[in-house]
Every structure is written in structure tokens, then in C-alpha cells.
DNA sequence: ACCTGAACACCGTTCAAGT
DNA sequence: ACCTGAACACCGTTCAAGT
């Protein structure tokens, strides 16, 4: 199980990190991850340095993963790493800082886990299905992190988080946010999908976003008595976005197509690596 | 605002606490409640013990409403309250269990909201939007309370909880489930909606919740840079849920129908009073 | 310029001593 | 039986001293 988290966490974390060729069009977050992630144009003391800050994340996530979100301190961090603790508020000017630090690395993978799933083929509301999928799997190999992420937007975080750091997630988000605008935008310009005069597609974008968002973070809070387990999980979040997207009229509607066909050939096709890690 | 937050605060947890006689017709939960919130048929010392608990949460929510989630600790709470750190934890078996407590306080005060919201006159669905109307107004009234009964549910929590306390809680989950399900079985009563063959009443039930409580996290924990910002909350939730209802066929269908005059008449006939506490 | 670890304040938890 | 607060371990954060 452990065993499990640490796989997925180091596979997911490699992709992230090594992906700063992503090929999006948008480019205002290039500038930002050149800084902080990228391997060129560097010198040796910063190369040495980036170096380090991606060990350290790698140790925190780890700790993470085996100890839980109240196990993970700069204290432990410090210990089972090689260096002091001045060294380690060199890289993380708090506690929450380096929270930080492990959900800018949890959103690019999310987002890396996106690009992939828009890879596969089929009709827009078919890709919307694929990048559902890849949401869920996110939360089901990372499902500390995925929590985490939520919680690194409590305002006690935010404001002890270094301005660099916020800046970089902010732009995260706002590469997520158009990513998924697009989406909607490909649905309209091929014809699947029909503005309706009150809703934007801001609006159908955030409930989209919203229901994925929802129905995750519920079932992987889950315990015993909760409602989600009456359910079948491996179905759950694509019957809630089908009821969704009907509700859209966003076409072909689930009466005249199998998106269960969908999402297992999402899974075969795209994540086929990935989910033997859960299973 | 901090001072609408202690207000509000107040305001709900009493009517939780006074709310022993809740005339729901499934009642599992009431010897429960009357463990822990009753105030009849107690000795002396019980009673003392049962004020001392309400005393010790009330003061737990307002230093959490005050410095934040961070900064609420038992050693806080010991030096604000007129006991020693032993008499502290003899009502609480950790922090976790503090913490719990306060979940249970919160859930209850939204199944109060709740049951509020549901005397609204109109049709089944005219009166899940009232209840996703106190939803929504719970959250803000009580953002971080809102966002701690989340947190609540992650393993390290609930392992530092007192088994009476996890008991509560999961018999408080299971009225919320039973009262949506019941919800949705009213509206299948009243020929207002129909279930198709793939969709069960849980299923329906659970998106439901899941939109709800994406969408008031999301807007909960948003941030300047976040795709909540473009949109209006006022409107927020109420879309987002119309649109799912659209796609559950749940009549009258938005477009046969004004929600927006519904989610105002909620707010006029049932919350008038709690709205001023926001705006 | 960067790193180290001692030092201090704060917090969670326990338990012997007191009532 | 219940309450108190000293005691200890752990953690966040700083900074003078060292390289």
C-alpha cells in the first residue's frame, strides 16, 4: 500500500518534473517554471540548488505518504534529509511554505495527467471524459496531496507562503482554469455543445470543475459510514459527470452513448501503466 | 467580520444544542444526541460535566473563527478557558478529538439549517434548492468550520478520535444521507422525477451532495487568481445545481422555470434574518 | 555567500501530587 | 472521583558562529 504511493508518487513526479517542453499555447507559466524547474541556462550554485529543493520535495512527499498530513514537519524533514535546518529554511521560508512547495508539484502533475488524457480519441465530450478519469486517478495514487492542495488555500498558508510560491501556483491554476475553458470552447466550436443564454462557459467550466472536485474529495475522504460507500467507486464520478453533462445537453448525450465504453478505453488506452498501481 | 463570524456562530450552535426535539422521523440518532447534548435525566455532575463541554467548544470556535485553523491549540484553549490542561483533557483525548468535537457541533448546526430550509413551500424541487440555499449559507457563515469538517475525515483525524465521538459523527453523516435520499424520494413520489434504469436513488442522491460540497469548497477556499473570481457567487451555486437537476430531468426544468426567484424567496422567507450576518 | 546547530518559544501529552 | 500544573518530548523559527 505505502509501497504503492511511493511508485506512483516518484512515476507521476518524474513526468511533472521533466515536462517543461509541454507544447501549450498559452507559454505565460513558462517564464515562472523556467525559474524554479528548469535544467538549462543555470549556474553550477543554482543547478546545485534546484537540485536539492526537488530532493527535498521528494523526501516531504514521501514523508507524507507514510506519516500522513499531521506527520510532516520541517523537524523530520530536516532529519532524514543531509542537511541543517538553516539549510532547509534556505529553501522553505516555512512550514507552510513547503506545504506549498508540495502542492505546486501536485498541480503539475494533475496538469501533466490532463494533457495526456486530452490525447485520446474521440469527440469532445468524450476527451472531457478522459480528463475526468485522470483527475480520479490523480486522487486515487495521491490522495494526501490531492487533499492537500485544498488545504494550502486556507489563509493561514497562504500568507506564510514565500510570494514566489504563490505566484507560481497562481499561475498553475490559471493554466488548469484555460485548459478546462478550452475544453468547452472545443465542444462549442465543434458543435456538441450550445451556449444557453445564462450560462458562460466560465460557468459550465467551474461546474465541471466543481463536480469532479466534489465527488474525489468525498470519496477519498470517505469512511466507513459515509454515503460513497453504498456506491459502486469505480463508477461514481463518471455517473456524476454524465448527469452533468446531460444537464448541459452537451451532445452525444449518455441515452445515446456508452461512456462506460469511454472510460474503460480511457483506461486501457491512455492510463493503462498507471492504474495497476491502484488495483 | 470577525465579530458577524462569533455572532453567527452563536446564533447556529444554539439552535443545534436546543434542538434535541428535532421531530425527524428516524430517531437512530437520538440516544446518541442525548449522551452528549441532552439536558435532562443527567446527576449533578454529569450536567456539569455536558455545560463544561458546550462551554469548552463554544470557546474552541471562536479561537478558531479568530486566529485561524493553525492557530487553534489545546494549550490556547486551555489558557483562554478557566481550566487546567488535565480538566482540558479529560473532555478531549487529543487535539484530534477537539477537533472532532467541533465537526460534530458543525454538522449538527447544518442539519438543523437543513431541516430549516425544507419547511419551504413549493415543489421537491423548489425545495432542494432551499436546502442547498443553507448549505451554501453555512459555509459562509462558518467558512473554516466548513473546511475543518473535511479535514475531519482524513485517517489521522479520525485515529485520535474518541470512539464515542467517531460514533456521533458517522450518526450524524448517516441522517444528512438518509435525509437527501428522502429528499429524492419525495420528488420520485411526486411524479417530479423519474429514475432511469442506471441511476439509483443513492446515485442521485450523492451527486447532488457532491456538486454542493464542491462548489461551496471551491468558493470557500478561492483565491484572487482563482477561476471562482470570474463568476458571481451569488449565482454560483444555483447554477451549478440547476444544471444537474436539468440532467437528473427533475421537473419543472430551469427553463420552464425562475430558480432565481425560488433561491430569493428562500432567502426573504426562511434566512432573512441570518443573510444580514454576510453582506 | 552559504551552512551549521544551539537556543528559545510554543505545543501535545502524561502523571504524581493535591483536593 | 476529579483537578492541577510540573515535566518532557517534539516542533517551528532565528541567528551568531563557522566554512
Redesign the interface.
Known amino acids: 500500500m505505502v509501497k504503492q504511493h511511493e511508485l506512483s508518487q516518484h512515476m507521476i513526479s518524474e513526468q511533472a518534473a521533466s515536462d517543461t517542453s509541454c507544447g501549450c499555447p498559452h507559454g505565460g507559466l513558462k517564464g515562472l517554471l523556467d525559474k524554479s524547474l528548469a535544467r538549462i541556462g543555470l549556474s553550477k550554485s543554482e543547478q546545485k540548488k534546484v537540485d536539492r529543493e526537488e530532493e527535498l520535495v521528494d523526501l516531504a512527499v514521501s514523508i507524507l505518504n507514510e506519516e500522513?498530513?499531521?506527520?510532516l514537519s520541517l523537524e523530520k524533514l530536516t532529519a532524514q534529509s543531509r542537511y541543517s535546518k538553516g539549510t532547509i529554511y534556505n529553501h522553505f521560508s516555512s512550514k507552510?511554505d513547503c506545504l506549498s512547495a508540495l502542492c505546486i508539484r501536485a498541480v503539475s502533475s494533475i496538469l501533466t495527467l490532463f494533457k495526456r488524457a486530452l490525447q485520446f480519441e474521440g469527440s469532445s465530450r468524450e476527451k472531457a471524459v478522459a480528463v475526468h478519469y485522470s483527475y480520479q486517478l490523480y486522487a486515487r495514487l495521491q490522495p494526501?496531496l490531492f487533499?492537500a492542495v485544498?488545504?494550502s488555500?486556507?489563509?493561514?498558508?497562504?500568507e506564510k507562503t514565500s510570494t514566489e510560491r504563490t505566484q507560481l501556483m497562481?499561475?498553475l491554476?490559471?493554466e488548469i482554469?484555460t485548459f478546462?475553458d478550452q475544453m468547452f470552447r472545443d465542444a462549442i466550436d465543434d458543435g456538441s455543445l450550445v451556449l444557453?443564454e445564462?450560462?458562460s462557459i466560465?460557468?459550465?467550466?467551474?461546474?465541471n470543475?466543481?463536480?469532479?472536485?466534489?465527488?474525489n474529495?468525498?470519496a477519498t475522504?470517505?469512511?466507513?459510514?459515509?454515503?460513497?460507500n453504498?456506491?459502486d467507486p469505480n463508477t461514481?464520478l463518471l455517473?456524476?459527470i454524465?448527469?452533468?453533462?446531460?444537464?448541459?445537453n452537451w451532445q452525444p448525450l449518455s441515452?445515446d452513448w456508452d461512456y462506460r465504453k469511454t472510460w474503460q478505453r480511457v483506461e486501457k488506452e491512455i492510463f493503462a501503466d498507471d492504474i495497476q498501481l491502484i488495483e
Open positions: 500522513g498530513f499531521a506527520g507552510e494526501t487533499m485544498l488545504s488555500k486556507a489563509p493561514g498558508v497562504r497562481d499561475a491554476e490559471l482554469n478546462s444557453s445564462h450560462l466560465e460557468t459550465l467550466s467551474f461546474s470543475w466543481a463536480m469532479s472536485f466534489g465527488t474529495a468525498l475522504s470517505a469512511t466507513e459510514a459515509k454515503a460513497v453504498r456506491l461514481l455517473q456524476n454524465s448527469i452533468l453533462m446531460d444537464g448541459m441515452k
